[in-house]
């Protein structure tokens, strides 16, 4: 089989449709999250609409970061004071304690992530702390059969932290690479020798962790297709099992690290361009299965086999295999999806410490799903987790004409159409190779929300 075959390049469509928009982590996206229901409401929604039989996700936000990365666009917070780490996590154990009244039930935690900022900042006891009240609060597995990941700085990581990962349960770790070339890690702030994460990488399979995800970034400061074909051949060889290759948007106004950076320094847009075509061609070329937007996998790993068996799922953790999973998050700027609400925790430490000392809870802003966000949502996550939509699969379970309902939307799908980016024939619209590029683009067409947003409203461009 062709590797080409599900992927096509056409610049003139790229061209044409390469505009901003939502990565579709959920539906509605967070800017929908500014509703007027406060957060009793949220939160009373959230409880009733839970399915208490069913497993959850949980999610862990620690902010806390030793050096700033000048392309960053996380919620984090600088300090060289490590002791600061130990008030945030008691602040977190105390919301714990009441999501854990609210959501534990009768449900099996099948995807734990601890994410950032950098989770390995703190310390190996306070990561045996975390873990340990995350078991006492919520039934954790103990065979090893979940998926629970957690990110990886390799520059923050102590001689013994591995081991005490996977002595905890961790199998999963992702790790930050983003590009190998000196000159590109010193313009961003973030020199890390590849020998430092290679050997991080070896000792985590050693240790038995299933799965490794690295991340790369293409965009930065000083960045060519031959320095970032260098990145490609060094972390090919590392093979890692999936590779996550995400876009950098320069957004100085919107966070002030990225002042750091020189506009003049950046990639042309067409070097980009260049960038990302010869990126996945090569991870194609490598073996690697085009998940969809950033990612990549190999044939064997647990995001291709659901997206073949069309199982695949998206939440605020990117790409997933636990579509039955209400999400519960905890710490800063987390966000949490359950039963029919998403919502999210306060953005700034302080603020988040006082609400969940004076309320037991965090949460600042979210949105109560209705029928329409159901139906647009089960559209859109079809299309994105698989490049396929049975119709029909709608039109049954929400009980609609799909042709009706989305009477509105059908001079653009078949714009979509006649550009080749899908087809439809008995029900079935299939995104092509060149149309999978696009695919945000493609799910925006079902987006009620995108004509009623405010042209201050910013999304990272498309490709």
């Known amino acids: 089989m062709n590797p080409h075959s599900n992927v096509s390049w056409d610049l003139d469509l790229i061209h044409r449709y390469d505009l901003s928009g939502p990565r579709y982590t959920s539906y509605p996206t967070a800017i929908q999250f500014d509703s007027p229901l406060a957060a009793t409401e949220l939160i009373s929604e959230g409880r009733a609409s839970a399915d208490n039989n069913a497993p959850l996700s949980l999610y862990v936000h620690i902010p806390f970061c030793a050096h700033v990365c000048y ?31 609210w959501y534990r039930g009768n449900r099996k935690v099948n995807q734990l992530h601890w994410g950032g900022g950098t989770p390995t900042f703190i310390s190996d006891d306070q ?23 957690i990110e990886i700085d390799p520059r923050e990581i102590g001689e013994n932290t591995l081991e005490v990962l996977r002595e905890i349960g961790f199998n999963r770790i992702s790790l930050g690479v983003q590009d190998v ?21 070896e000792h985590a399979r050693t240790l038995g962790f299933k799965s490794i995800n690295m991340d790369l970034i293409y965009g930065l400061p000083h960045q060519t297709e031959a320095s970032f074909q260098d ?42 361009l260049s ?52 999400l519960v998050a905890m710490g800063v700027s987390a966000i949490s999806q359950i039963g029919n609400v998403y919502y999210q925790n306060e953005h700034d430490v302080a603020a988040y410490t006082q609400a969940v000392a004076q309320q037991h809870h965090a949460v600042k802003r979210g949105v109560k799903l209705n029928t329409d966000d159901h139906i647009r949502r089960a559209v859109i996550t079809q299309l994105i987790c698989q490049f396929e939509l049975d119709t029909r699969t709608i039109e049954r379970r929400f009980e609609i004409d799909f042709d009706c309902y989305f009477s509105n939307e059908q001079s653009e799908l078949t714009q979509f159409a006649n550009d080749g980016l899908i087809t439809s024939q008995d029900g079935i619209i299939k995104v092509t190779p060149a149309g999978r590029l696009l695919i945000r683009r493609i799910c925006m067409a079902f987006d009620a929300y995108i004509p009623k947003q405010q042209p201050t409203q910013k999304f990272s461009r498309i490709i």
């Open 127 to 149: 990561m045996r702390e975390l873990m340990q009240a995350l078991r006492q609060h919520f039934d954790l597995r103990d065979d090893d059969e979940g998926d629970y990941s």
């Open 231 to 272: 990145t490609l051949d060094t972390v090919i060889e590392m093979s890692p099992d999936r590779l996550s290759v995400f876009n950098y948007a320069h957004l100085p106004d919107r966070f002030r690290s990225q002042k750091h950076i020189r506009a003049e320094d950046l990639p042309s847009a067409e070097t980009k």
């Open 275 to 326: 960038i990302l075509q010869n990126t996945i061609n090569r991870l194609l070329d490598a073996g690697y299965v085009y998940i969809g937007m950033d990612h990549f996998a190999k044939p064997d790993d647990e995001l291709a086999i659901a997206q073949a068996e069309g199982k695949l799922h998206r939440n605020f953790q990117g790409y997933t295999t636990h579509a039955d999973c209400d």
């Open 71 to 101: 392309y960053c666009a996380c919620n984090k917070t600088i300090i060289r004071n490590r002791k600061k780490a130990q008030p945030y996590l008691d602040t977190v154990y105390r919301e714990m304690s009441q999501l854990s009244e």
């Open 181 to 201: 070339n000196l000159r590109v890690q010193e313009a961003v702030n973030r020199v890390q020798p590849t020998e430092q994460v290679r050997a991080v990488l």
